[in-house]
């Protein structure tokens, strides 16, 4: 469990990614590092390490599921996406996902 789920609204990032599969033209968003990434990732994500966020090319009307290891990347992530008019929902992190990876 990671601080952010003990000190608030826990996120299940099994039901993000049921979501983000439910959810016309969105986007699977890993804003780990490209070696993390490397190492296993969720079917049909994209990879875009956090300190490369300002290379973002998806149109801002996307719906970005974003997460990383534990949830405090992606809690980043989002604040700088919805800064910059995105439509970021952080799901929390990998280390709780049940299902398969890549």
């Known amino acids: 469990m990671?601080?952010?789920?003990?000190?608030?609204?826990?996120?299940?990032i099994?039901?993000?990614?049921?979501?983000?599969?439910e959810t016309p033209e969105a986007v699977l968003l890993d804003v780990r590092t490209a070696a993390e990434y490397a190492g296993g990732h969720i079917p049909?994500?994209?990879?875009?390490?956090?300190?490369?966020?300002?290379?973002?090319?998806?149109?801002k009307k996307v719906p970005l599921f974003v997460y990383c290891q534990s949830g405090m990347r992606s809690r980043t992530a989002c604040a700088q996406l919805r800064e910059m008019g995105y439509k970021?929902?952080?799901?929390g992190g990998i280390a709780e996902y049940?299902?398969?990876?890549?």
């Open 2 to 12: 990671s601080i952010f789920q003990m000190f608030g609204k826990r996120t299940d």
């Open 98 to 102: 049940r299902g398969r990876l890549e």
């Open 44 to 59: 049909g994500s994209v990879n875009l390490p956090l300190d490369r966020l300002n290379e973002i090319s998806t149109e």
């Open 14 to 21: 099994n039901e993000g990614v049921k979501r983000s599969q």
């Open 88 to 91: 970021a929902e952080n799901i």
